[in-house]
């Protein structure tokens, strides 16, 4: 039988991983298959670099010259960016080809007009590994969109910013250390803004948020915070008191209002993300029937993101045609819990400043505190919307206790109990 012609574009780390990965993993792939997948040429940015790839191999810097290899049927895309990559998928498809790819900038911005562009030449995309390496989220969710519904995803999606945090509290380093040791180890890039200031979290969840309610929220609306602010200090305090630091990106519709953000909040060891360390992603989907479902497995590196990438050829080439992982339209139906409204909700939130007030509100209730040179920290229950003020000030440091709304109603008898916790601190 023919081999199964494929091409690759880009061959830096993700790459060169696919590359390897196709070639030790060649007799399971034809097991699976049938045929045998070879690589005809490979794209690349500068042509006169030598590379260790077999002789038969084109190794071209002309996007044409790809595209016009004879029954092409597979293209991998590992670029940077959101163009060239764009385009060339484009031009891919609608020549007839299947396309995988790793490029999560470029999906979040145009993966709904690829699926659309998919669906129209009766091809497949593949784009698993686009969101949390080699955690396969993708299928895992659109698994379960043939019935259930989606309510929320709550997630670990960097796996260079959840390291950090992780070796901040367990070695009490300082953030400027945990992040040269992560560059030292290559999870962190030389320049790392778009991992420790939330740009990579963000663009995985606009991708996820797509895929689970058929559309995303404006990405200028979505709160969106990094790590770098998050001190050891902090970490220690809030470790004191039962509580990690993890930086979620969380997203929720109801009735195609989206409420999504992108930043650190506190985890108490009932919360599902809570044990998830080092450069571990997990991603929890809330569905109207099967509940909370949690998948964890390797974030990002060479070998995680290739085998997303390498699952998914089998995956587009078993596809009879349209997209592989294909979108629900959002059902924009609500859980219970969100029919409350914002003002109505009451939450735990950990604030920070040389000097908290509170003007004397009964909305108001102090449940830890702790004082560290000229800071103090308290551990408050409140309304949302009095969190929402409270950010605003910008002497204040807030974070968000995860999965601590409930409704405002507090019984006389709880009230008491906690004012008398607040007396004996």
């Known amino acids: 039988m023919a081999p199964i012609k494929a091409a690759l574009l880009g061959f830096g780390t993700v790459g060169q991983g696919v590359y390897e990965a196709l070639k030790t993993h060649r007799e399971q792939l034809k097991s699976v298959l049938g045929e045998e997948v070879i690589i005809e040429a490979i794209l690349v940015k500068d042509g006169a670099k030598k590379r260790d790839v077999d002789e038969h191999i084109l190794v071209t810097t002309d996007f044409d010259e790809v595209l016009n290899i004879p029954d092409l049927q597979i293209v991998f895309e590992a670029i940077v960016g959101e163009e060239p990559g764009f385009t060339y998928l484009s031009k891919a498809i609608e020549k007839g080809c299947r396309v995988i790819t790793a490029n999560k900038v470029m999906f979040a911005r145009h993966g709904k007009t690829l699926l659309e562009k998919a669906e129209a030449a009766g091809v497949s995309v593949g784009y698993e590994a686009t969101t949390a390496g080699g955690t396969p989220i993708i299928r895992s ?97 809030f470790t004191r008191w039962g509580y990690k630091v993890k930086h979620l990106a ?121 004082v560290r040179g000229d800071l103090v920290y308290l551990l408050i229950r409140c309304h949302v919307e009095t969190a929402v003020s409270l950010k605003r000030n910008s002497e204040l440091v807030v974070y968000e206790v995860a999965g601590n709304l409930k409704p405002a109603e507090v019984k006389g008898e709880e009230r008491d109990l906690v004012l008398q916790k607040v007396i004996n601190l």
């Open 250 to 370: 969380r997203i929720r519709s109801n009735h195609g209002q989206f409420t999504a953000s992108v930043k650190p909040v506190l985890v108490d060891t009932e919360h599902p993300l809570y044990g998830v360390e080092d450069v571990q992603n997990a991603i929890m989907v809330e569905t109207s029937l099967a509940g909370k479902v949690t998948v964890q497995g390797a974030g990002a590196g060479k070998l995680p993101t290739a085998s997303a990438m390498v699952e998914d050829l089998t995956y587009v080439l078993q596809s009879n045609s349209g997209a592989a992982v294909r979108k629900k339209q959002s059902v924009l139906k609500a859980d219970s819990s969100s029919n409350e409204s914002v003002g109505s909700l009451v939450g735990e939130y950990a604030v920070i400043g040389s000097s908290v007030g509170f003007n004397g509100s009964d909305d108001i209730q102090l449940l830890k505190q702790d």
């Open 141 to 237: 969710i659109s698994q379960l969109l043939q019935v259930n519904d989606i309510l929320s995803v709550e997630a670990i999606l960097n796996g260079t910013s959840n390291f950090i945090l992780t070796n901040m509290r367990e070695k009490g380093s300082a953030f400027e250390d945990v992040l040269k040791t992560a560059q030292d180890l290559g999870y962190a890039e030389a320049d790392p803004v778009n991992d420790v200031e939330g740009f990579d979290a963000f663009y995985k969840l606009m991708i996820l948020s797509e895929l689970s309610f058929g559309s995303s929220p404006n990405w200028d609306e979505v709160e969106r915070k990094g790590i770098t602010e998050v001190s050891s200090e902090q970490i220690e305090v």
